[in-house]
Every structure is written in structure tokens, then in C-alpha cells.
């Protein structure tokens, strides 16, 4: 599975996404790949995934999207929500 992070240099919830997700993946090893992508240099890709709010974490499995999320959200709720769509098992 992938987790894709769009994330933006102005974007303050953004920057404490950083930090959870960047904890995550050291945890995670190879169980869950983490991909960050800026939006404001890749809009067409938020445009294919209608991202519309950041930060936006989008979740892939086998190439196709399963689930999607915007906003903050902490550790806890992250993985989770992760458990919930069997990505850590």
C-alpha cells in the first residue's frame, strides 16, 4: 500500500502532517510506502484526485485509490484510520 501526502509550503496544518507522517513512515518500514507530494507543483495530479483541501492523504492499493482524507489529523487517528482500510495488516 501507498500513502500519498499532498502537502503545501503555506499550508500550517500542513507542517504538523509533516512531523505524523514523517513518524510513521520510520515505524512503518516497508509495510507502507509514503509518498509526499507538493500541490502547488503538481496540480494536475490534485486536479486527477480532486484535492481540494490540504493537507490530503490519499491511501492506494495495488495501484488504485481506495480512500481519501483531508485535514490534520494526529497519530492515533491516522493509524486508525490506516487499520480501518487493512493497510498495517
Known sequence: PVLVDFWAAWCGPC???DV???GLDS?????LKIV????DS???LGAKYKVYGLPALLVFKGG???AQKEGAMNK?????WLE???VMA
Do not use: C, R, S, Y
Open 64 to 66: 488504485e485509490l481506495v
Open 20 to 22: 505524523v507522517v514523517k
Open 84 to 86: 480501518e482500510l487493512k
Open 27 to 31: 515505524e512503518m518500514g516497508d509495510t
Open 76 to 80: 492515533k487517528k491516522l493509524l486508525a
Open 36 to 39: 509526499k507530494i507538493e500541490l
Open 42 to 44: 503538481n496540480p494536475d
Open 15 to 17: 507542517k504538523l502532517m
